[in-house]
């Protein structure tokens, strides 16, 4: 599936973290660089709070840091603990979390103290388990707020540093800079969608923390409408619940200079954005499917977003064809196996059979090793994978002929995103059956 936005959160209650500090360099340092991970668009970098280290969502959608999935984290101490409700993205009603306050964090060098966070404890609330990798929480404006940002994400390098001549200059000679508004502490700023040949003025959250291109809320009085040729699909979850909507394409998306033909947009339904208190004005959200074709700077103090273009700017715009949503459930043994080939030596020298032959043995060395278990989570309505029978629950066997356990979830995404018409075959476990499933690859915009 595509990783999309589960990661857009609204709290409520009268809770903030406005007067925390945000990150601060230590004595003498004015520059810092932390390698990330990048997966499905997804920027995710290590963080110590209070002496343990945790993983993180980078994401300038959201306000508040949260944390969660922390049951191997035993050793964590979090300080000035209350109960709290939180609700946000979804259909549902709010869920428990809890609130703490004065915390520590630090990075490679930059220090954030008097750090509050917010902890989801519905343990159904797992983004490790649609990632593929540990993620204990999510951190968006209080990486920011105080330093310039920039993300290579061919590189998968992030540069903090204080602002500087040299490189406001550099900035100013070799990027493209957008006026940015923070507005509860998050960034927003125009750009242009061509929807029915008509080019609309657009504003727009910068929300790096959703790897899908664009979303777009239905405002029929400014002209939004769902293209005629769409279809449904899940698009994520948030706090409250499932994320429903269409998918389709749009003619163009302008931002400044930079252009975008026909990039592929979400529409969420109006039921999961029934907790959600939108800003004025706002159309949707810009993603990370957009901002990984660029170098970006982010200066939040100054209004002001720099973007340069990167190897990725032209790429194709893609979406998961299969209609599956495949989910890591746990770890799991699996037998697995070395092949060893060993040359046979004598005191002479090689052992020889006619004609000079070398002679070779092959040995296989077995092994049981934890592998990572995946099953559908979720299957698109009328999509390619339902017409051949697949179902929620099945647990996956083997992919193409190849045991599941060799891909990454990332490897997997991606296979349900090639080209058009691809053959795919799949082995699932049900009902303690092996069962095998072919089904081609369907474009339906």
Known sequence: MRITLFFLFFFL?????????????????????????????????????????????????????LLFSLDDKKELNLFNVDKIQLRGLGSNESIEGLKSSNNYM?????????????????????????IGIPVNGIIGTQFFKNNLVEIDYLRKK?????????????????FVSFPVSIEKAKPYFNVQLKMQDVYIE??????????????????????????????????????????????????????????????IVAFPDSSSLKHVKMVENRVGSIGAEIFRRFRVVFDYERG?????????????????????EIEQNGLKWVEDYIKLENNLLTASGFEQQESNKVTVRNEYKYKFELKPNYVIANIRKKSAAEK????????????????????????????FMEEDEK???????????????????????
Not at 256 to 263: C, D, H, I, L, V
Not at 423 to 445: G, H, P, Y
């Open 13 to 65: 209650g009268q809770y903030t973290n406005r007067a925390q500090e945000g990150f601060q360099f230590l004595a003498n340092q004015t520059q810092a660089e932390i390698p990330f991970q990048l997966i499905n668009n997804l920027i995710f970098i290590p963080i110590t709070v209070n002496g343990v280290e945790l993983n993180f969502l980078l994401d300038t959608g959201v306000e508040e840091t």
């Open 106 to 130: 630090f990075v490679r060098g930059l220090v954030s103290t008097k750090q509050i966070f917010y902890i989801i404890l519905d343990q159904n609330f797992n983004l490790s388990s649609h």
């Open 158 to 174: 992030i540069s903090v540093s204080k602002p500087n001549p040299k490189y406001q200059q550099k900035l100013n000679k070799q």
């Open 202 to 263: 657009s504003k727009m959250l910068i929300d790096i923390g959703n790897s899908d291109a664009i979303w777009i809320f239905q405002n029929y009085t400014a002209g939004i409408t769902v293209p005629e040729k769409n279809f449904d699909d899940f698009l994520g979850k948030g706090f409250s619940g499932d994320i429903e909507g269409k998918r389709a394409k749009i003619s163009e998306l302008k931002m400044a200079n930079f252009k975008f033909s026909t990039p």
């Open 304 to 324: 002001t977003i720099y973007l340069k273009k990167n190897a990725n700017f032209k790429s194709h715009f893609k979406y998961n064809k299969s209609g599956i």
């Open 388 to 415: 051949c029978g697949l179902k929620v629950g099945d647990e996956i066997v083997s992919i193409g002929g190849t045991p599941v356990f060799r891909y990454t979830l990332q490897k997997i995404n991606s296979l």
């Open 423 to 445: 053959s795919i075959t799949m082995v699932v476990l049900r009902d303690k059956k092996q069962l095998k499933f072919a089904f081609k690859l369907e474009n339906e915009l």
